[in-house]
């Protein structure tokens, strides 16, 4: 089993305020990822890193922000929630070993109102 | 370019029916194929992928997936449905060679009937 969390699992916030979202991996991967979730829709990916102090953007304009200071580490900030923000954030990991299998946290629910 | 399509967003069975699930991919090379699934709550879970080899793959809770280059597709397939199957199906691709970052389908819901 994966060993990759996320904090909180669900979040309901008002407009305006700043939340960061947790994603913490104890295997050592390098690789990193957050994607979003909407039902129906396929998952977007928003950021990604391949290591520490490496981070990139996404296929899906997100008004988020990441950071990699620790390989273990890789947290998701919104500096001002807007309602378009409710949705469900997916982080991942994956190994260089393996071939593009990603491992998944449980998920973060955030509500904006 | 790498890109999946899942026919049917929801597909219904009853206990003990076949389940097909259907998943087409575009790759302009010999991609690595997944598929996972979600259920309620959770975040995705593995269920099988094919790198390379024999094209008929095995994965978890008896589900197989078999990969044809001619048809671009990797239909995934059980015997027999049982009602801790219903859960949301994702289908990805993924190019070897470069960043690996897999593409996701948009899922298929799978509702299983008593």
């Known amino acids: 089993e994966a060993d990759i969390y996320q904090t909180p699992r669900y979040l309901v916030i008002g407009t305006g305020k700043k939340i960061t979202l947790e994603c913490s991996q104890t295997?050592?991967?390098?690789?990193m990822y957050w994607y979003q979730q909407d039902p129906g829709m396929e998952l977007h990916l928003i950021h990604y890193s391949y290591g520490v102090n490496s981070t990139e953007k996404g296929d899906l304009s997100s008004e988020s922000t990441v950071s990699r200071i620790r390989t273990e580490h890789f947290p998701l900030t919104l500096e001002s929630a807007r309602p378009s923000h409710t949705s469900q954030y997916l982080c991942a990991s994956t190994s260089p070993l393996v071939t593009g299998e990603l491992f998944f946290g449980e998920g973060s629910r955030l509500t904006v109102l | 370019a790498q890109s999946v399509t899942q026919l049917g967003s929801h597909v219904s069975v009853s206990e003990g029916a076949l389940v097909l699930l259907r998943c087409n991919y575009s790759s302009s090379v010999p991609p690595y194929l997944f598929w996972y699934v979600q259920y309620p709550n959770q975040g995705l879970q593995l269920l099988l992928k094919?790198?390379?080899?024999?094209?008929l793959v095995k994965g978890i809770n008896g589900f197989e997936a078999e990969f044809k280059k001619s048809e671009t597709s990797f239909h995934l397939t059980k015997p027999s449905a049982h009602m801790s199957d219903a859960a949301e199906y994702f289908c990805?691709?993924?190019?070897?060679?470069?960043?690996?970052?897999?593409?996701f389908g948009r899922g298929t819901s799978l509702i299983v009937h008593p």
């Open positions: 295997m050592g991967h390098d690789k």
């Open positions: 094919y790198t390379t080899g024999a094209t």
């Open positions: 990805a691709v993924s190019e070897p060679g470069g960043s690996y970052i897999p593409t």
